[in-house]
């Protein structure tokens, strides 16, 4: 009888999810135990992966639930212990799947579509697009990953809520990753997971003023290092311009595909073409290019074009030039208020109010992104023939 009762308390445990690594804690072997007495009670051993992890509380509450629903309420109890120096090892070999430590998750044999998001110019709203189309894609249902390698300008945790507000008007501080031995586990946001260097910053006033080796280290590490588990996709908000970062995701990411994000003025269409050409030449595809500060629709029905018009039709047509396929405009994304007031408060757009025509225009992207497969062509299945 207590062997049965303990097979399905365990059964039940295997719906507790670890919520930053996102896997049944059955599975990450972190139930160290369960024990049923002759008078039905049972009590469960959780062993965390680290000393004060912030999940701590939410797995120790949701254990007891699931034991409960088994026994009955009152009759479970839930003994919390820290995994050891080898537990935690075997864990991250584990979610490293025979990956080789340092090594970039996203090569070329991966199935994860990654897309670099940047543009030639700053302040044409590159990163509240990367947050925003992020959220839209996990809508989909799509296991999606940002990383954000606007290195000097980070602001995709601000953006995502993942920046909660600083004390007595202080600082606001970035929500910090878990790290489990060698292994980043990064926070989850409107179910994206998110890794930026503004995580790692403790006073974000402070300039990051950082030359080319640091930074391809820090993007290289946000590579290897941080476990982002199987993604559907992986988008990075690149820093704006042609200098050292979009040079070193060429190199490590050589098959992303690059999405330009430019404005309509001609002359914010110059400085993007730059940006796309440099992605080329380092081997990446250019998929398409978003214009965003389009314009606002008026309440007579005219249309405000505050910053022109036709420069995202214009940096696609001189970006066609240099490929086979076409690089087609994939939207034109309004002025909105609604879009600046999301980032503002950490809740983006297409969540608050996805019938925003700024919204409507980036969940469109996200459909277009979400039903493209990463396909199977080229890549090594690990078979051999008999």
């Known amino acids: 009888m207590r062997r049965l009762i303990e097979d399905r308390v365990l059964a039940a445990l295997a719906g507790v999810i670890d919520p930053e690594i996102r896997r049944p804690i059955t599975e990450l072997d972190m139930v160290s135990g369960i024990r049923a007495d002759d008078s039905g009670r049972v009590t469960v051993g959780i062993r965390l992966t680290i000393a004060g992890c912030p999940a701590a509380q939410r797995i120790e509450r949701d254990a007891l639930q699931a034991a409960e629903s088994v026994v009955g309420a009152g009759m479970a109890d839930v003994n919390v212990s820290v995994m050891t120096r080898d537990q935690r090892q075997a864990l991250t070999e584990k979610l490293r799947g025979g990956r080789v430590a340092r090594e970039v998750a996203f090569g070329p044999g991966s199935l994860t579509r990654v897309y670099a998001i940047t543009s030639g110019k700053g302040g044409v709203g590159k990163s509240t697009i990367t947050a925003n189309l992020a959220v839209a894609l996990a809508e989909q249902g799509l296991r999606v990953g940002i990383v954000d390698a606007d290195v000097y300008g980070f602001s995709v945790p601000g953006l995502l809520g993942l920046v909660p507000p600083g004390e007595d008007g202080g600082n606001r501080v970035a929500v910090k990753p878990t790290q489990v031995g060698d292994m980043i586990l990064p926070p989850v946001a409107h179910d994206v997971k998110v890794i930026s260097i503004g995580m790692f910053v403790d006073d974000p006033s402070v300039a990051v003023a950082w030359r080319g080796p640091m930074l391809h280290r820090t993007i290289q590490q946000f590579l290897t290092d941080v476990y982002f588990g199987d993604l559907d996709v992986l988008l990075l908000d690149l820093p704006p311009g042609t200098g050292d970062v979009a040079i070193s995701v060429g190199q490590l990411l050589p098959h992303a595909d690059v999405i330009v994000v430019t404005t309509p003025q001609a002359a914010a269409a110059d400085v993007a073409e730059r940006s796309g050409i440099v992605a080329r030449q380092t081997g990446q595809t250019l998929y398409g290019v978003i214009e965003n500060m389009a314009g606002m629709p008026q309440p007579d029905g005219t249309v405000l074009e505050l910053f022109g018009s036709g420069g995202g039709a214009e940096v696609a047509r001189r970006l066609s030039a240099g490929q086979d396929d076409p690089v087609p405009l994939l939207a034109q994304v309004p002025l909105s208020v ?41 890549l090594s299945l690990g078979l051999s023939p008999r």
């Open 338 to 378: 609604g879009l600046r007031q999301g980032g503002d408060l950490g809740i983006p757009l297409v969540l608050s109010a996805p019938d925003d025509p700024a919204a409507a225009a980036i969940r469109a992207v996200a459909v277009r992104l979400a039903t493209r497969s990463r396909g199977l062509a080229g």
